[in-house]
């Protein structure tokens, strides 16, 4: 039964993979490795879609090989699976969170908690700045240091600091602008 | 059933304008769910990607799931939770479908060119507000900077930066505590 093989997969990969979406990745080369659902290649343009397509990046890996292997069903099942033991550990912490977040305990260890997760983000902002304003790959092959730089992107990387500053607009309407402007400036 | 309704419908928001996982999301939240709907306050939110960060799963999911509970309970949280999965099941799904070859259009990719620029800026200002937050002294501004460097440039894993922060949070917390 495809369908219940997906579900126990994915409701494993929810419970074991810990750190995000990117985490999930091992645990699918290794269901391709025992089912042959995917091929290599097909994981691979996978992450590259779930990455690019909005959608948490662990969700839409499963929806994909949920879809791939068995169809639209397949790939809600995948999803559900993935999902569930999520929503089951979060509200059981989050009930006793409620009660023991005013602990003395608890306050001490977010109290060097929050500085970690606001680090942890600005990492993330990190990488993809580095692939977004950043040129590695032609400054690799001319090692010359204006190739690094991405004048187009800086100048509307510039224009956006500016603008997502002063005007408290929804964060939406910058991403859709942004887009619009890549393709009539041809980014990339 | 109202309440329900819009915690589905924010989180269906977040989930189909969120580029690049989890953390991207950050910036939409502050501003539904922390400014608009006063649903949680920003200290809050730090607080739940830390446990989502920590615990099994998605952090995007672990955060719907931590706010939908809040609010509404149980369905709250399975209401938040769908509504944020759910985009991501029509659009894959379509991809899948229809366009096999999607990443190679020119046009998309000079959309996400641009589109992933907006996402730098937006998460540089949603640092910049978190750090407001959370970091209050000396401390904070080490372990800030000590998990940005580690978590940037080694492949050590957030759980350990994670489980470390906290232990040290409690560590000098408690000695002060005791000093008194």
């Given at each position: 039964m495809i369908y219940l093989k997906l579900l126990l997969e994915f409701f494993k990969i929810g419970l074991f993979?810990?750190?995000?979406?990117?985490?999930t990745i091992p645990f699918l080369q290794e269901l391709i490795d025992k089912?042959?659902?995917?091929?290599p290649q097909e994981l691979v343009n996978m992450i590259a879609i779930s990455e690019s397509t909005p959608g948490p990046i662990g969700i839409n890996m499963a929806t994909y090989v949920g879809f791939e292997t068995a169809g639209i069903l397949g790939s809600i099942v995948a999803t559900v699976g993935l999902v569930t033991p999520s929503v089951i550990i979060i509200v059981i912490i989050a009930h006793y969170f409620m009660r023991f977040a005013e602990q003395p305990i608890v306050q001490a260890g977010f109290y060097g908690l929050r500085p970690a997760v606001t680090g942890l983000i600005g990492a993330a902002g990190f990488e993809v700045a580095k692939v977004s304003l950043f040129k590695l790959q032609k400054y690799m092959a001319t090692k010359k240091i204006l190739d690094l730089l991405d004048i187009k992107s800086l100048i509307l990387f510039g224009i956006l600091m500016y603008a997502t500053n002063k005007f408290k607009w929804h964060p939406i309407i910058f991403l859709i602008a942004a887009g619009v402007i890549g393709i009539i400036f041809k980014f990339g | 059933m109202k309440e329900l309704w819009e915690l589905f419908i924010v989180f269906f928001r977040i989930g189909a304008f969120?580029?690049?996982?989890?953390?991207?999301m950050l910036p939409i939240i502050q501003k539904e769910?922390?400014?608009?709907?006063?649903?949680?306050?920003n200290e809050e939110v730090i607080d739940y990607y830390a446990i989502g960060q920590c615990t099994p799963g998605i952090i995007a999911v672990n955060t719907a799931t931590f706010i939908g509970y809040k609010n509404k309970g149980i369905l709250g949280a399975i209401f938040a939770t769908v509504g944020m999965v759910f985009p991501s099941l029509v659009i894959i799904i379509a991809i899948a479908n229809f366009f096999m070859h999607f990443q190679d259009n020119p046009i998309v990719q000079h959309a996400f060119a641009g589109v992933r620029l907006a996402v730098v800026a937006l998460v540089v200002n949603a640092v910049v507000r978190m750090w407001k937050t959370s970091v209050k002294d000396i401390v904070g501004i080490i372990i800030f900077g000590l998990t940005f460097l580690i978590i940037a440039?080694?492949?050590?894993s957030p759980v350990i930066v994670i489980i470390l922060s906290a232990v040290l949070g409690i560590v000098l917390n408690l000695k002060k505590a005791t000093e008194r």
């Amino acid at each position: 039964m495809i369908y219940l093989k997906l579900l126990l997969e994915f409701f494993k990969i929810g419970l074991f993979a810990v750190g995000g979406g990117l985490a999930t990745i091992p645990f699918l080369q290794e269901l391709i490795d025992k089912y042959g659902w995917v091929t290599p290649q097909e994981l691979v343009n996978m992450i590259a879609i779930s990455e690019s397509t909005p959608g948490p990046i662990g969700i839409n890996m499963a929806t994909y090989v949920g879809f791939e292997t068995a169809g639209i069903l397949g790939s809600i099942v995948a999803t559900v699976g993935l999902v569930t033991p999520s929503v089951i550990i979060i509200v059981i912490i989050a009930h006793y969170f409620m009660r023991f977040a005013e602990q003395p305990i608890v306050q001490a260890g977010f109290y060097g908690l929050r500085p970690a997760v606001t680090g942890l983000i600005g990492a993330a902002g990190f990488e993809v700045a580095k692939v977004s304003l950043f040129k590695l790959q032609k400054y690799m092959a001319t090692k010359k240091i204006l190739d690094l730089l991405d004048i187009k992107s800086l100048i509307l990387f510039g224009i956006l600091m500016y603008a997502t500053n002063k005007f408290k607009w929804h964060p939406i309407i910058f991403l859709i602008a942004a887009g619009v402007i890549g393709i009539i400036f041809k980014f990339g | 059933m109202k309440e329900l309704w819009e915690l589905f419908i924010v989180f269906f928001r977040i989930g189909a304008f969120t580029f690049g996982g989890g953390y991207a999301m950050l910036p939409i939240i502050q501003k539904e769910i922390v400014d608009d709907k006063k649903w949680a306050t920003n200290e809050e939110v730090i607080d739940y990607y830390a446990i989502g960060q920590c615990t099994p799963g998605i952090i995007a999911v672990n955060t719907a799931t931590f706010i939908g509970y809040k609010n509404k309970g149980i369905l709250g949280a399975i209401f938040a939770t769908v509504g944020m999965v759910f985009p991501s099941l029509v659009i894959i799904i379509a991809i899948a479908n229809f366009f096999m070859h999607f990443q190679d259009n020119p046009i998309v990719q000079h959309a996400f060119a641009g589109v992933r620029l907006a996402v730098v800026a937006l998460v540089v200002n949603a640092v910049v507000r978190m750090w407001k937050t959370s970091v209050k002294d000396i401390v904070g501004i080490i372990i800030f900077g000590l998990t940005f460097l580690i978590i940037a440039f080694t492949k050590i894993s957030p759980v350990i930066v994670i489980i470390l922060s906290a232990v040290l949070g409690i560590v000098l917390n408690l000695k002060k505590a005791t000093e008194r």
